[in-house]
């Protein structure tokens, strides 16, 4: 079996994204066009938002955070 592809960065994704809009607000496209570049802008921006929670998440649980929520909330 071959090895996993690596994962692109949050970095690499939103530039991804960038372009999409970009191209997505310049000259007119067939309708066609249009709604890959929208399809993918939306499941790149979902991505984005994946990674961003994730990583929201590590610096809770490295600053203690959860911990307290979790005792207040019991």
Do not use: W
């Not at 530039?15 to 790149?44: F, H, I, S």
């Not at 929670?53 to 019991?74: M, P, S, Y």
């Amino acid at each position: 079996m071959s090895a996993p592809l690596p994962q692109p960065s949050y970095e690499e994704i939103f530039a991804e994204l960038e372009q999409v809009v970009a191209l997505l607000e310049g000259e007119n496209r067939p309708l066609e066009e249009t709604l890959r570049l929208y399809e993918r802008g939306q499941a790149l921006a979902a991505q984005c938002a994946q990674l961003l929670q994730h990583a929201e998440l590590k610096v809770r649980q490295l600053n203690g955070d959860l911990e307290t929520d979790f005792i207040a909330e019991a």
